[in-house]
């Protein structure tokens, strides 16, 4: 059964979090990140009459202070530095992974990802001090190290949230990760913490390369469930009910971060999964109620159109929101406007732009998803 609150009693409007600062920052003309996603998703939301202000929250930068509480401070201060000059000398470009390994220098190198952290902090706050639930999908920046930039991932957002939490004494707490890529980063840094317990649902033969189920019965509260090419979403609803729930619930958590990038998706252009946003959205019904609190991050995903309409539609189900068959007029001039220089992007398909929903996207549970499955169970219970 969920815990019980024992702070301030629930707030029931969610709160949402944002920033101007993600509308015109890129990572690189020909970066998978070159593209809008946190300033598509609050202006659809916006443009459908979804967001009353009231529960609008503009995420702050993060302090180096507050960004020490994980990452090593001569990291940070790397950071701030290359953001600076738009520089690093070799040396530290190899030593922090900075203009290197997929994680260039840009202009907002720092406050780009320090922001998404504040976000995260700021949300775990929200959550201790009474929000039921909180949405953040410029958070969710899972790959990033106390030391070290990876996989696009400067800061670690949800370590910072998570520990915030802690800090301010929620626990236990379940962080579920249903990125396309394995979440390594938080789930190394709570590898021997019996307060956190991490799932991680991704991809097996993608980078990092890292979730193997044997790596996780290792550890004191992780479980990794990799899928391969192909997961459909009835292999999805599978997983989701016979590990990723059950798994949980036993944990008896006070809060449920949520890690939801949405490059599962079939028609995102880094993975090889092929799933519809309402799988997404089933996740999101079924498992908000572990929980007397919630964070909902972003994550992953590299096609625009599929991005946007997969996160507004999370917000819309954590608000009990109805998605309309077709967008309005102001809805659809939103999609419309965007420009995706990636071939996909070429002659989107009308359904990008008139619609949220995805058509279900179903197929046979495969032998090889129902076999990793029971071998993750048996190794946590081995555990």
């Known amino acids: 059964m969920p815990a019980t609150s024992s702070l301030t009693p629930r707030s029931a409007a969610p709160h949402f979090i944002a920033s101007e600062i993600y509308r015109a920052s890129r990572y690189g003309a020909k970066h998978p990140l070159s593209i809008p996603r946190v300033s598509l998703v609050a202006d659809l939301v916006r443009a459908l009459g979804w967001l009353d202000e009231t529960v609008y929250r503009d995420g702050p930068i993060a302090t180096p202070e ?70 953040s999908p410029a958070g969710g920046t899972h790959h990033g190290r106390p030391d070290r930039a990876s996989g696009f991932c400067y800061l670690n957002d949800p370590v910072l949230g998570i520990l915030r939490l802690l800090d301010r004494g929620v ?48 550890l004191t509260a992780a479980v990794n469930l990799p899928v391969p090419s192909g997961f459909n979403d009835d ?48 996740a999101l019904d079924l498992l908000r109620g572990l929980a007397p609190r919630l964070l909902l991050l972003g994550g992953g995903g590299y096609n625009p159109y599929a991005v946007a309409r997969a996160w507004t539609g999370l ?54 998803v129902r076999a990793m499955v029971r071998a993750a169970l048996a190794g946590r219970a081995a555990a």
Not at 109 to 115: H, L, Y
Not at 250 to 265: F, I, K, M, T
Not at 318 to 333: Q, S, V, W, Y
């Open 171 to 218: 626990t236990p707490i379940v962080y579920i990760d249903l990125d396309a890529h394995h979440g390594d980063g938080v789930e190394a840094a709570f590898a021997d913490d019996p307060r956190v317990l991490t799932i991680s649902l991704h991809q097996e033969d993608l980078w990092p390369r890292t979730g193997g189920i044997e790596r996780a019965q290792a």
């Open 235 to 282: 292999e999805f609803a599978y997983v989701l009910e016979a590990a990723i729930l059950p798994l949980a619930a036993e944990h008896a958590p006070a809060a449920l971060v949520l890690q939801c990038g949405v490059d599962g998706l079939a028609e995102d252009p880094l993975s090889g999964l092929a799933l519809s946003n309402g799988a997404y959205w089933r």
């Open 315 to 368: 917000w819309a189900r954590l608000n009990h929101l109805d998605i309309p068959g077709r967008l309005p007029p102001a809805g659809e001039a939103v999609l419309r406007a965007i420009a995706w220089r990636h071939r996909l992007g070429r002659n989107p398909p009308e359904a990008w732009m008139t619609t949220l929903a995805d058509p279900p996207r179903g197929g046979p549970i495969r032998e090889p």
């Open 66 to 135: 507050q960004l020490a509480r994980f990452h090593d401070p001569a990291y940070i201060a790397a950071l701030q530095r290359a953001e600076r000059d738009q520089t690093l000398p070799e040396a530290e470009r190899r030593r922090w992974n900075i203009g290197a390994g997929g994680n260039p220098i840009y202009g907002e190198v720092f406050r780009r990802p320090a922001t998404a952290a504040g976000s995260s902090l700021l949300a775990a706050d929200l959550l201790a001090d009474g929000v039921a639930a909180v949405h």
